[in-house]
């Protein structure tokens, strides 16, 4: 059986407007404690965490993307147009660099999946460049 806890809750109308969606999003959820008690036993403060740490990731890969795309399109507006070049997907130039990505991507899965060796071997420990000789050394 729950304890309950004689304290009182202020709540301003942002909170009493997520508390309503809440309500009305979940059939389980009935009243504003009940609302309470799911965002409580809901809240996972590392998965907040990581979420908001790949959702950073993701939208300044998106930025980046969307920069890279702009500029190839500029490029592309400028000096293929003047050379009578076809763009789009069907085009050579497209065709050619859907294939070197996805030559990349392929080598990266490759590079990231290959086991590697986990000591380096010291190839100065296994040959030397002029064997030891104790008679030059004993002799002063």
């Given at each position: 059986?729950?304890?309950?806890?004689?304290?009182?809750?202020?709540?301003?109308?942002?909170?009493?407007?997520v508390l309503d969606e809440i309500i009305s999003t979940h059939a389980e959820v009935k009243n504003y404690s009940e609302a309470v008690r799911f965002l409580c036993?809901?809240?996972?403060?590392?998965?907040?965490?990581?979420?908001?740490?790949?959702?950073?990731?993701?939208n300044s890969m998106s930025k980046e993307i969307s920069t890279m795309t702009e500029i190839i399109a500029e490029f592309a507006d400028i000096h293929l147009k003047d050379a009578g070049i076809l763009i789009g997907t069907n085009s050579t130039v497209y065709q050619e660099a859907k294939e070197r990505v996805e030559g990349k991507i392929k080598t990266n899965q490759?590079?990231?999946?290959s086991p590697k060796i986990k000591k380096p071997i010291n190839e100065f420990v296994h040959a030397r460049v002029d064997p030891f000789d104790p008679t030059q050394f004993l002799k002063r």
């Open positions: 059986m729950a304890k309950v806890i004689d304290k009182h809750i202020y709540f301003h109308q942002t909170h009493i407007d036993m809901n809240y996972d403060p590392e998965m907040e965490k990581k979420v908001n740490a790949n959702q950073a990731k993701l490759t590079k990231k999946y």
